[in-house]
């Protein structure tokens, strides 16, 4: 089989089919794309905190700020998006 012969057509993949998936390793799904994830060392932990303490006061009464957790976003990215 030659290379031009293969199906190149990447499978993109719902939430639910990522939620399912056993990856052991650091990953997000952006766009139906699994995508590593650098670890959280000292650097980006000192980038979240001073990130917090500037946006945290400007967040209007009755909104949560949420950090550092997994979000799926209605409509974004399918029809298994929360």
């Given at each position: 089989?030659q290379?031009?012969?293969?199906?190149?057509?990447?499978?993109?993949?719902?939430?639910a089919?990522?939620?399912?998936?056993?990856?052991?390793e650091?990953t997000?799904?952006?766009?139906?794309?699994?995508?590593?994830?650098?670890?959280?060392?000292?650097?980006?932990?000192?980038?979240?905190r001073?990130?917090?303490?500037?946006?945290?006061?400007g967040?209007?009464?009755?909104?949560?700020?949420?950090?550092?957790?997994?979000?799926a976003?209605?409509?974004?990215?399918?029809?298994?998006a929360?």
């Amino acid at each position: 089989m030659q290379l031009a012969e293969l199906d190149r057509t990447p499978h993109l993949l719902s939430v639910a089919e990522y939620m399912s998936l056993a990856i052991e390793e650091r990953t997000e799904l952006l766009g139906g794309m699994i995508y590593d994830v650098s670890p959280r060392d000292e650097p980006h932990r000192y980038a979240v905190r001073k990130l917090i303490q500037i946006l945290a006061p400007g967040i209007p009464a009755g909104c949560i700020l949420s950090c550092q957790n997994p979000v799926a976003v209605s409509g974004r990215h399918g029809r298994d998006a929360a």
